[in-house]
């Protein structure tokens, strides 16, 4: 059976490092018992995948899964919906988005593109999806502007989260707790307490780490903030302080889980 690992195609959250391409914006690429799965697949994706080492080719995606509709997370869907099918030739691929993201006034994947998939999903909050034999659950409900689920993979009694973006909030806590590795979009380096600021920032890690106490958490979805700080040092940094292993994801970076 091949490895299972992770690929961070795009690092970049927030409009500034996104805008100027600071770090490259694509999603994540998934590899899961030979399923190859896009999260968020933010501006460049599609080049990020065919530039990568081994390339990642387009043909091979099994599914996109959009974790809310902004633009970062979802820019590239469609072009890369049009890949997968040969431009709807072959009808295949499996979409899963909130519902804003497919039916609502800002809905991002166009009409004709929708019908080249073989499948499409809503996501709802704490429900669980299948992608052939995998599974994944969504969190509960974040807190940020438009409908946004977390998601996390069921790996054999190990569990691999994705917080993405939110504002903290405790019920968090407990909707993450099972997790064995955690992605956190980490945007922000200080929390800007009572503003209308909804990401996630450095003293969030440290609750989430003390708190919850898995075995790994990768940082990631860097704005300037974090970026001026240096966030290998941040994650250094929060690893010596928590006893818990902290990762700075970079641009190409691959994770084994
Ligand atoms: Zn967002």
Redesign the pocket.
């Known amino acids: 059976m091949s490895e299972n690992y992770i690929k961070f195609l795009g690092t970049a959250g927030a409009r500034f490092v996104v805008s100027k391409q600071i770090r490259s914006s694509g999603g994540v690429f998934i590899h899961i018992d030979g399923k190859n799965i896009i999260l968020d697949p933010g501006p460049g994706t599609l080049v990020r995948m065919a530039k990568s080492r081994p390339k990642i080719d387009v043909q091979e995606i099994d599914a996109i899964i959009l974790t809310?509709l902004?633009i970062?997370?979802s820019n590239d869907v469609n072009i890369i919906i049009d890949g997968i099918t040969l431009g709807g030739i072959k009808k295949k691929g499996i979409l899963f988005a909130p519902e804003d993201a497919l039916f609502g006034e800002n809905r991002v994947v166009l009409t004709y593109i929708k019908s080249f998939l073989s499948e499409i999903h809503v996501l709802k909050a704490e429900n669980t999806y299948h992608i052939g034999e995998i599974t994944f659950s969504t969190s509960i409900r974040h807190r940020?502007?438009v409908e946004?689920y977390g998601i996390k993979f069921k790996l054999k009694g190990k569990i691999l989260s994705f917080m993405v973006?939110t504002r903290f909030f405790p019920e968090l806590l407990n909707s993450y707790r099972d997790s064995s590795t955690i992605v956190m979009n980490v945007v922000r380096y200080n929390s800007v307490k009572g503003t209308s600021i909804q990401h996630l920032s450095v003293e969030d890690v440290v609750t989430v780490a003390n708190q919850i106490r898995p075995e790994r958490i990768v940082l990631t979805h860097f704005g300037s903030t974090m970026l001026k700080v240096n966030p290998y040092k941040v994650a250094q940094e929060l690893s010596k302080n928590t006893g818990i292993e902290i990762i700075a994801a970079s641009d190409g970076m691959k994770l084994e889980i």
């Open positions: 809310h902004h970062d997370h940020h502007q946004t973006d």
